[in-house]
C-alpha cells in the first residue's frame, strides 16, 4: 500500500503516490455512498472522537457520517459546553480524551500548528479539520477527487484559485496538492489579500480577474475570511462583488467547459453570483459535498489501516 501516513496534518507530508491511493479508494467510497445501505465495517470496534474549536458545516458533519459508515463509535465534543469553557488547555483536553483510547481524532481549530502540537502528545492517528491559515487537507483531496471526476484527469490543467488567499488554509492546501500533481496555479485577488511572499510561490499572480481567468480549466472561488482580518483589506463588499465577484460575465474568460468550486461556506453577491453557484452546468459545489463524505471515509480508513499495522508490529515485537 503507498499510504504510508500515520497522521493526516496536510497535504505537505503527502507524497503524489499517496494522494492518488486518497483518491482512488474514494472512489470506491462514493458508489456505496449512493447504495441504499451505505455501511462498511472497515473501522468496526474503533472510537472516533471529532473536536471542532471553530464552527463547521461540511466537514464535522461529513466526518461524522463517514466515521459511522464505516462502522466506528463517534463522539462528537462539544466544545462549548467542554471543559475548555473553564480555561482547561487544548493539551491537557487531549491527554484527557487520550486516556479514553481513542483510536482517530479529528480536530479542527483556529490557530495555526494546533494540530500538529497535538498529535505529537496522543497515541492515536490525527486528521486536521483545519487549522488557522495553515492546512485543510481533507478539503484540498476532496476539491482534488471533484476536479479529476469533472475533468478526467488531475494534472496539467490551468487552475485560477480566486479570493482572500492571505487567510485561506484550503487556498495553501489546494496549491500544494495541485503543484504536486503537476498543474499551472493562477492567484487572482488584490494585493490585500495575497499571502506575504506569494512569487516564491511558483503560480502566477494577477490583480485583474478577467486577466487571470483567461483560459482556465477550473475556477475556484473562495469566502472572505473575515473572522481572520483585523483590518480594512478590502474598500466594501460592493467594489469587492464588482472586481472580484465570479458572474456570467467574468466567468466567459475561462474556457468554455471551465468548471466552478467553492468550497463554502458562500457568501453570494460578495464573492459568487446566486447563479452561477446554482448552474449545474458549469457549478460543482455540491459534487464538492458528497466527495467530502467519500475523502473522509478514505483517509479515515488508511489511516486506520496503518494504525492497525503499527499496534500488530508492536505485539510482536513485545513477544520476542
Ligand atoms: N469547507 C469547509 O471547511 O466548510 P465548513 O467550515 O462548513 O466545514
Known amino acids: 500500500m503507498s499510504f504510508r501516513a500515520r497522521h493526516l496534518l496536510g497535504i505537505e507530508h503527502l507524497s503524489p503516490d499517496e494522494i492518488r491511493a486518497v483518491l482512488d479508494l474514494a472512489e470506491r467510497y462514493v458508489e456505496l455512498n449512493r447504495r441504499t445501505v451505505k455501511s462498511s465495517d472497515a473501522l468496526a470496534g474503533m472510537t472516533q472522537i471529532n473536536m471542532f474549536f471553530e464552527n463547521s458545516t461540511r466537514t464535522q458533519a461529513s466526518f461524522e457520517l463517514a466515521g459511522k459508515r464505516l462502522g466506528a463509535d463517534v463522539m462528537n465534543m462539544s466544545v462549548a459546553s467542554s471543559s475548555v469553557k473553564k480555561g482547561e488547555t487544548l493539551i491537557d483536553t ?57 475533468r478526467g484527469r488531475i494534472q496539467r490543467l490551468t487552475v485560477a484559485i480566486c479570493g482572500d488567499i492571505a487567510h485561506s488554509r484550503v487556498a495553501r492546501s489546494n496549491l500544494i496538492l495541485l503543484g504536486k500533481m503537476e498543474n499551472r496555479i493562477r492567484l487572482i485577488g488584490p494585493p490585500t489579500l495575497m499571502p506575504a511572499g506569494v512569487a516564491e510561490f511558483g503560480c502566477e499572480v494577477f490583480d485583474d480577474m478577467r486577466e487571470g481567468l483567461r483560459g482556465a480549466d477550473v475556477v475556484m472561488m473562495l469566502r472572505l475570511q473575515k473572522e481572520r482580518m483585523d483590518g480594512g483589506f478590502i474598500p466594501s463588499e460592493r467594489e469587492y462583488y464588482h472586481r472580484y465577484g465570479l458572474d456570467a460575465e467574468k466567468l466567459a474568460h475561462a474556457a468554455p467547459d471551465a468548471i466552478v468550486m467553492h468550497p463554502g461556506p458562500m457568501n453570494r453577491g460578495v464573492e459568487i453570483d446566486g447563479e452561477i453557484a446554482d448552474d449545474i452546468n458549469r457549478s460543482v459545489i455540491q459534487d464538492q459535498v458528497e466527495m467530502g463524505v467519500a475523502i473522509r471515509m478514505a483517509c479515515m480508513d488508511l489511516l486506520a489501516r496503518n494504525l492497525r499495522a503499527e499496534r500488530g508490529a508492536r505485539a510482536i515485537g513485545a513477544m520476542v
Do not use: F, W, Y
Open 94 to 150: 487531549a491527554l484527557t480524551l487520550n486516556a479514553m483510547h481513542p483510536d482517530l481524532l479529528v480536530v479542527r481549530h483556529p490557530h495555526s500548528g494546533a494540530v500538529n502540537l497535538l498529535a505529537s502528545k496522543v497515541n492515536c492517528a490525527v486528521l486536521n479539520a483545519g487549522d488557522g491559515r495553515h492546512e485543510h487537507p481533507t478539503q484540498a483531496l476532496l476539491d482534488a477527487l471533484t476536479i479529476r471526476r469533472a
